[in-house]
């Protein structure tokens, strides 16, 4: 446990919060990722397998991606034991200082890469949420907001040869992307920090913060795919992701009706999907 300057919600606002948090909420917010071991036990990895493997079956691939096959959206609305484990406690004791005590889920993916995945590039999840140019430095007297949290809930061993996804330290303090002409550098890094392979054994929890420098690394010979929930947790004013704008949205059909452009559709709430919702 360390102290740490955090945040919790008091009346509807945002407040320092001061006390104990686990190490692992302190190495999220310093280094933008961590994984916390044997957090799901063996009955929930075999509930959250087969609930997922039932989906692929049943579900059409989702639209609007290359890699459709590979994932299926909205699992909590489509298997209980999902629903269950996005709220188990251990996960919830690492975000909640710093996302806020009424932080939600946004998106929630299941993802099933075959022995075979090819990896992806750099990127961030969203933002950077607190954009600066290069050479203006984080002040650390001020605890670095993070807005949105990834996690990883492994259903099977996830070693190096199977394309673990990597962080790079620290990166999620830049207020920048990861450089365009290094999408797929390995040997990216950020002020002198090599990238970490998160590598899990099933029941693991891997974690990392949105704006992390992070990508999945290419599959090596011996590998035997990836099987993971992701869950996307984000503070209580960001909203939810887990249907676009297009299916689950605050229009009524007349105003609807009305829309004349895109810039409007966007202005009223009818977003093109992106990251979190495809």
């Known amino acids: 446990m360390g102290l740490r300057d955090m ?17 692992a909420t302190t190495q999220l917010e310093r280094d933008g990722y961590a994984v916390v071991r044997g957090v799901l036990a063996a009955e929930l990895i075999a509930q959250l397998t087969d609930e997922i493997a039932k989906a692929f079956e049943s579900l059409p691939a989702e639209r609007g991606r290359a890699d459709r096959s590979e994932f299926r959206y909205e699992m909590l609305n489509r298997a209980a034991g999902c629903q269950a484990a996005v709220g188990h406690p251990r996960i919830l004791e690492v975000i909640e200082p710093l996302l806020g005590e009424d932080c939600h889920v946004i998106a929630n993916t299941a ?21 600066r140019p290069e050479g203006v430095p984080w002040d650390d007297r001020i605890p670095y907001p ?6 990883h809930l492994y259903l099977k ?39 970490v392979a998160l590598e899990a054994r099933a029941g693991d929890v891997a974690f990392f913060a949105s704006d992390s420098w992070h990508r999945g690394l290419p599959a090596k010979p011996g590998g035997a795919g990836r099987l993971f929930l992701q869950a996307h947790y984000a503070r209580r004013d960001i909203a939810q992701r887990i249907r676009t704008t297009a299916d689950v949205n605050h229009l009524s059909p007349e105003a609807t009706a009305r829309i004349k452009s895109p810039r409007e559709r966007a202005l009223l709430g009818l977003h093109v999907p992106f990251f979190y919702d495809g």
């Open 7 to 23: 945040i919790r919600r008091i009346r509807g606002n945002l407040t320092l919060r001061k006390g104990e948090a686990p190490a």
């Open 111 to 131: 993802w099933w890469n075959p022995a075979d995945f090819a990896g992806g590039p750099w990127h961030c999840d969203a933002g950077p949420h607190v954009p």
């Open 146 to 151: 993070i807005f949105a949290i990834g996690a």
């Open 157 to 195: 061993d996830c070693p190096l040869a199977c394309g673990p996804t990597a962080v790079i330290p620290g990166s999620h303090r830049s207020g920048r992307l990861p450089p365009f002409d290094r999408m797929a550098d390995e040997q990216l890094e950020y002020e002198g920090r090599s990238a």
